[in-house]
């Protein structure tokens, strides 16, 4: 467990304990995350800011069910991740724009893929890829997750979100190389 | 220097400063599942204390009694384990490992059925229970099939309602599948006490009746586990 995810944990203990500073650190520790997280799986911002409050109302909710023996970061975007698929409205607007691949207003940007094309090739080549693979891909470049901790959010094998993710990347770089030869 | 960090909402932060009071972490999976063991194990063999053991053990040995039930109970721990890492949301397994050990639960109970089958054909119920009684089960089989599968689904009932409540703080992504898997566990816990008490080993009344009481069960968890999700999904609507 990284020195982060140490002190969140102390935090959570804390949390669990009555504490509303904890909780208010645990939000200002996590909360810009989840929100970019949630306006991926969203397809925009629209939305992200009533899920982002019902991530942490949920989380308040269900303090008790945190054990710290968990990491907490990855229990809290799994969180999130729930409370999306909880939501109907949320699950529609999912559809919707998975079948469209239009637009990605405020689509997270990798790193790693940064030297690849501009912000906004980057933005529309993630939208080319299938959303399981965008998720994996931006769990783990963008958000720092490791396989095994997006396996647990994803359920499924460390080694399947890893084939999806580096799936992901290539359809990237391909999608990138087309928009760039297109505009060219 | 100028606090960028975010802060909580204020209609956040007053539903949460209104309920602040402590509150115990929730086991472990292990934990949890080796925690269901004692109740698991008391409500599945109730039937054998009411009834006694059917009286062709020595026919079918301990391997086909004892044994397989033990493993059947064993997997049904499992099953309970598996319905605990799914109530995570973060601690998920694999699909694969979910719907593998819900099959070789269904696969399990349908072998040791044939098996026991082969072995003891048992067919005639020989219950300790008054001469007429049995003679009357003898004649209408139905009676003894309709007795064990509303037996097996109530004491599995008993068994899910204790397994919803220890499931309480349940964040499961797919709550109907946690709860199924913790009805099949109870299911399958059950059926591990009944089939040693049972004199009958057709496989029509095995898996016609106790076969139904874990499906009931499985549905029953299904239900109950859906219904929680919801009102989770509900009460954790947006503050006003």
Same mark, same amino acid.
């Given at each position: 467990? $990284?020195? &982060?995810?140490?002190?969140?944990?102390?935090?959570?203990?804390?949390?669990? &304990?009555?504490?509303?500073?904890?909780?208010?650190?645990?939000?200002?520790?996590?909360?810009?995350?989840?929100?970019?997280?949630?306006?991926?799986?969203?397809?925009?911002?629209?939305?992200?800011?009533?899920?982002?409050?019902?991530?942490?109302?949920?989380?308040?909710?269900?303090?008790?069910?945190?054990?710290?023996?968990?990491?907490?970061?990855?229990?809290?975007?799994?969180?999130?991740?729930?409370?999306?698929?909880?939501?109907?409205?949320?699950?529609?607007?999912?559809?919707?724009?998975?079948?469209?691949?239009?637009?990605?207003?405020?689509?997270?940007?990798?790193?790693?893929?940064?030297?690849?094309?501009?912000?906004?090739?980057?933005?529309?080549?993630?939208?080319?890829?299938?959303?399981?693979?965008?998720?994996?891909?931006?769990?783990?470049?963008?958000?720092?997750?490791?396989?095994?901790?997006?396996?647990?959010?994803?359920?499924?094998?460390?080694?399947?979100?890893?084939?999806?993710? $580096?799936?992901?990347?290539?359809?990237?770089?391909?999608?990138?190389?087309?928009?760039?030869?297109?505009?060219? | 220097?100028?606090?960028?960090?975010?802060?909580?909402?204020?209609?956040?932060?007053?539903?949460?400063?209104?309920?602040?009071?402590?509150?115990?972490?929730?086991?472990?999976?292990?934990?949890?599942?080796?925690?269901?063991?004692?109740?698991?194990?008391?409500?599945?063999?109730?039937?054998?204390?009411?009834?006694?053991?059917?009286?062709?053990?020595?026919?079918?040995?301990?391997?086909?009694?004892?044994?397989?039930?033990?493993?059947?109970?064993?997997?049904?721990?499992?099953?309970?384990?598996?319905?605990?890492?799914?109530?995570?949301?973060?601690?998920?397994?694999?699909?694969?490992?979910?719907?593998?050990?819900?099959?070789?639960?269904?696969?399990?109970?349908?072998?040791?059925?044939?098996?026991?089958? $082969?072995?003891?054909?048992?067919?005639?119920?020989?219950?300790?229970?008054?001469?007429?009684?049995?003679?009357?089960?003898?004649?209408?089989?139905?009676?003894?099939g309709?007795?064990?599968?509303?037996?097996?689904?109530?004491?599995?009932?008993?068994?899910?309602?204790?397994?919803?409540?220890?499931?309480?703080?349940?964040?499961?992504?797919?709550?109907?599948?946690?709860?199924?898997?913790? &009805?099949?566990?109870?299911?399958?816990?059950?059926?591990?006490?009944?089939?040693?008490?049972?004199?009958f080993?057709t496989?029509w009344h095995a898996?016609g009746a106790?076969?139904?009481?874990?499906?009931?069960?499985?549905?029953?968890?299904?239900?109950?586990?859906?219904?929680?999700?919801?009102?989770?999904?509900?009460?954790?609507?947006?503050?006003?």
């Amino acid at each position: 467990m $990284s020195e &982060g995810d140490q002190e969140l944990r102390g935090l959570m203990i804390r949390y669990q &304990g009555g504490s509303l500073e904890a909780f208010e650190e645990i939000y200002a520790q996590l909360a810009t995350g989840v929100r970019r997280y949630l306006s991926h799986l969203a397809g925009g911002a629209e939305f992200a800011d009533d899920l982002l409050q019902e991530t942490f109302l949920q989380m308040h909710r269900s303090r008790a069910a945190y054990n710290p023996a968990y990491a907490v970061k990855p229990w809290v975007f799994g969180l999130a991740r729930n409370v999306f698929l909880m939501g109907r409205r949320a699950a529609r607007r999912w559809a919707s724009v998975h079948e469209s691949r239009e637009d990605f207003p405020e689509f997270p940007v990798l790193p790693e893929a940064d030297r690849l094309g501009s912000q906004d090739e980057i933005r529309r080549g993630l939208a080319y890829l299938s959303p399981d693979q965008a998720e994996a891909l931006l769990l783990h470049h963008e958000w720092g997750f490791s396989f095994e901790e997006i396996a647990g959010m994803l359920g499924t094998t460390a080694a399947a979100a890893r084939a999806r993710a $580096s799936r992901g990347m290539a359809d990237l770089r391909a999608a990138l190389s087309s928009l760039q030869r297109t505009r060219a | 220097m100028i606090d960028r960090s975010p802060k909580p909402p204020e209609a956040l932060m007053r539903a949460i400063a209104q309920d602040l009071r402590p509150v115990k972490p929730s086991p472990q999976p292990l934990q949890l599942a080796l925690r269901m063991i004692p109740l698991a194990l008391l409500i599945s063999s109730a039937i054998l204390l009411a009834v006694g053991p059917r009286q062709d053990l020595n026919v079918l040995g301990p391997f086909l009694t004892w044994g397989a039930s033990a493993a059947q109970f064993m997997l049904a721990i499992a099953l309970i384990w598996i319905a605990a890492h799914e109530s995570i949301p973060a601690g998920r397994l694999p699909r694969q490992i979910v719907y593998a050990a819900a099959v070789a639960g269904l696969l399990f109970v349908v072998f040791v059925t044939l098996l026991t089958f $082969s072995t003891s054909p048992a067919t005639a119920p020989l219950v300790r229970v008054p001469p007429q009684v049995n003679e009357m089960l003898r004649d209408s089989p139905w009676i003894m099939g309709f007795g064990c599968g509303i037996g097996s689904t109530v004491a599995g009932g008993i068994l899910v309602l204790f397994f919803s409540w220890a499931f309480r703080n349940s964040l499961a992504t797919r709550p109907t599948m946690a709860g199924a898997l913790y &009805g099949a566990g109870a299911g399958l816990a059950i059926n591990a006490g009944w089939r040693i008490a049972c004199p009958f080993s057709t496989p029509w009344h095995a898996l016609g009746a106790h076969g139904a009481a874990i499906i009931a069960t499985v549905l029953l968890g299904a239900l109950i586990g859906r219904y929680l999700g919801k009102r989770r999904s509900h009460i954790g609507g947006r503050p006003s």
